[in-house]
């Protein structure tokens, strides 16, 4: 009977820190807006003037991929974005992408960055209110605040690269998470 109460203790004491964890938290950033002007290069996807949606799934355990003293950089897996454009264009990432998120006196920024359909690579950056996160999100990704926030160009924008040519189109929506 002793032995069989120490079993159990040790089961129990083994998986009380197993069971503690927090599960894993998700949030989704959505952009919602409309590309253009085009400010640089030919636009051969024709973006300029389309509706665009674009979110992240991003998930809270997130450890940092890199960071400075302004800045934090986490790796997106595979299928965390999806992106549908008005002119035809929808995708699903099936590589990783990077957000890089930018605290600055004047504004905080995020940047969701890869490989992007039809052999482009993509580059979307929403500049935002200054002071939206906290410092917290340099330990791990969290929402922002106030959200929705409004987005304007040329502050942000969209960049692809196709062929060897880039094109920046303006964006003109919302961010919100």
């Given at each position: 009977?002793?032995r069989?109460?120490?079993?159990?203790?040790?089961?129990v004491?083994?998986?009380?820190?197993?069971?503690?964890?927090?599960?894993?938290?998700?949030?989704?950033?959505?952009?919602?807006?409309?590309?253009?002007?085009?400010?640089?290069?030919?636009?051969?996807?024709?973006?300029?003037?389309?509706?665009?949606?674009?979110?992240?799934?991003?998930?809270?355990?997130?450890?940092?991929?890199s960071?400075?003293a302004?800045?934090?950089?986490?790796?997106?897996?595979?299928?965390a974005?999806?992106?549908?454009?008005?002119?035809?264009?929808?995708?699903?990432?099936?590589?990783?992408?990077?957000?890089?998120?930018?605290?600055?006196?004047?504004?905080?920024?995020?940047?969701?960055?890869?490989?992007?359909?039809?052999?482009?690579?993509?580059?979307?950056?929403?500049?935002?209110?200054?002071?939206?996160?906290?410092?917290?999100v340099?330990?791990?990704?969290?929402?922002?605040?106030?959200?929705?926030?409004?987005?304007?160009?040329?502050?942000?924008?969209?960049k692809?690269?196709?062929?060897?040519?880039?094109?920046?189109?303006?964006?003109?929506?919302?961010?919100?998470?």
């Open positions: 009977m002793r069989l109460l120490l079993l159990l203790t040790v089961l004491l083994g998986l009380a820190p197993l069971l503690a964890q927090a599960p894993d938290t998700t949030f989704t950033i959505t952009l919602n807006g409309t590309l253009g002007p085009v400010i640089s290069g030919s636009d051969p996807l024709g973006g300029n003037g389309a509706t665009a949606t674009m979110t992240a799934k991003i998930n809270e355990s997130l450890t940092p991929r960071s400075t302004t800045s934090v950089t986490y790796a997106l897996p595979k299928g974005i999806t992106a549908t454009l008005s002119n035809g264009i929808s995708f699903t990432s099936t590589t990783p992408w990077t957000m890089k998120i930018t605290l600055a006196a004047k504004y905080d920024a995020v940047v969701f960055a890869g490989a992007g359909p039809l052999g482009t690579t993509v580059s979307a950056t929403s500049l935002m209110k200054v002071n939206s996160w906290t410092t917290a340099f330990t791990h990704p969290l929402p922002f605040t106030p959200s929705p926030q409004n987005l304007t160009q040329p502050h942000s924008t969209l692809y690269t196709l062929a060897g040519s880039t094109t920046v189109l303006g964006f003109t929506g919302t961010i919100s998470n």
